[in-house]
T-cell receptor, first 115, second 111 residues
């Protein structure tokens, strides 16, 4: 299965700890997007990355959140000093190179629980 | 920014009946409208999409209609089956990566 791979699927952290979520895009895809889904809500855009570049981070909280997509390896969404309000499902999506037409392929998500 | 509203929030139908979910959007520049199905513990899966240059699109038991003037679009599932039970999300974008999602509709198909 060459779909979008996310890990860990479930992550539990205590307040103040750090959370790192990883995403490997579909084979041949070079664009990665992170979305967040709060309980009982739809997904909300956070950030769009290409290799070694953040293209659009307009949906990212200004503090504690960061994302990267290095030349080698998966994309990482990092949340420092987590708080209870960070508990959510974080979904990664990818799309092929070239102009994005809106078709995104989502992974199965990483569910973060902050105690 | 774009605001997408989705109704109903829950929908229960008898197996074999039809299910209809409706969404409205606010940004008149939106031109891409996908629908996603999310099963419990899984990620959203694209099931059908429509672009603003067409008014209707059909794929087997699933169809989507778009009314650009009224800024609303709908998902129709005919001959529902138990495996259609899931949460369905509509979304809208200007044809790029920044999808604005509705809040979701939980569909339950009763056997």
């Amino acid at each position: 299965n060459a779909g979008v791979m996310q890990n860990p699927r479930h992550l539990v952290r205590r307040r103040g700890q750090e959370a790192r979520l990883r995403c490997s895009p579909m084979k041949g895809h070079s664009h990665v997007y992170w979305y967040r889904q709060l309980p009982e809500e739809g997904l909300k855009f956070m950030v769009y990355l290409q290799k070694e570049n953040i293209i659009d981070e307009s949906g990212m909280p200004k503090e504690r959140f960061s994302a990267e997509f290095p030349k080698e390896g998966p994309s990482i969404l990092r949340i420092q000093q987590v708080v209870r309000g960070d508990s959510a499902a974080y979904f990664c999506a990818s799309s092929p190179p070239g102009v994005n037409t809106g078709e995104l392929f989502f992974g199965e998500g990483s569910r973060l629980t902050v105690l | 920014g774009e605001n997408v509203e989705q109704h109903p929030s829950t929908l229960s139908v008898q197996e074999g009946d039809s299910a209809v979910i409706k969404c409205t959007y606010s940004d008149s520049a939106s031109n891409y409208f996908p629908w996603y199905k999310q099963e419990l513990g899984k990620g959203p899966q694209l099931i059908i999409d429509i672009r603003s240059n067409v008014g209707e699109k059909k794929d087997q038991r699933i169809a989507v209609t778009l009314n650009k003037t009224a800024k609303h679009f709908s998902l129709h599932i005919t001959e529902t089956q138990p495996e259609d039970s899931a949460v369905y999300f509509c979304a809208a974008s200007r044809g790029d990566y920044k999808l604005s999602f509705g809040a979701g509709t939980t569909v339950t198909v009763r056997a």
